[in-house]
């Protein structure tokens, strides 16, 4: 069978978010009273935000929401941080000009993740755009990868996944689609 869709994950594949995502959620945690040391963040980075609050012992609904809220505000800030991976995205523009598919499948905030592909220039590569908030299962669970195939009537076995992360991995695999690694 001929691959018919590339989906790629967003944060540490698409694009190396860590640095502004770290900024943000520095600068959400600080207003609201609490540090976030960089090797702690980065024990945690890919997790959903809710796991990611969890893993940080944060169980106050009223902080959550405050995090979430400031690190949205102040995320577009720190964009110039953003490093695409441009040889990903190239392919990926490469295969949807010879008639492919292509779609994103984040776990990343839908807000977050449009502007971040707006400053980067890529919001029209894709056929598809799924965020953490389009699923009830974040990854390691298969649901964003099967959404995205049901969505656009591809098969695993015509689709390849792009991801980074352990979780991600785990997703992908889970998905029955082919999967690469990437590290940038």
Do not use: W
Not at 76 to 92: A, C, G, K, V, Y
Not at 124 to 151: H, Q
Request: aromatic share 10%; glycine share 10%.
């Amino acid at each position: 069978m001929a691959i018919r869709l590339l989906i790629t994950d967003f944060d540490g594949t698409l694009v190396n978010t860590f640095q502004a995502n770290y900024h943000a959620y520095h600068e959400a945690f600080e207003k609201c009273g609490l540090l976030l040391p960089e090797e702690q963040y980065f024990e945690c980075y890919g997790l959903r935000f809710d796991g990611f609050m969890d893993k940080m012992g944060i169980a106050d609904t009223e902080i959550r929401k405050n995090i979430r809220n400031i690190k949205g505000e102040c995320y577009p800030r720190f964009f110039n941080l953003l490093e695409t991976n441009q040889s990903l995205l190239d392919f990926i523009r490469m295969f949807r000009q010879g008639g492919g598919l292509t779609a994103v499948a984040s776990t990343a905030r839908g807000k977050n993740l449009i502007n971040a592909l707006n400053h980067i220039g890529a919001i029209n590569d894709f056929d598809l755009i799924l965020a953490g908030e389009d699923v009830v299962n974040g990854k390691p669970s298969p649901e964003i990868y099967e959404t995205v195939m049901n969505r656009l009537g591809v098969t695993p076995g015509e689709t390849l996944i792009f991801e980074d992360s352990a979780v991600g991995l785990q997703a992908a695999e889970a998905s029955g689609a082919g999967y690469i690694k990437i590290t940038i």
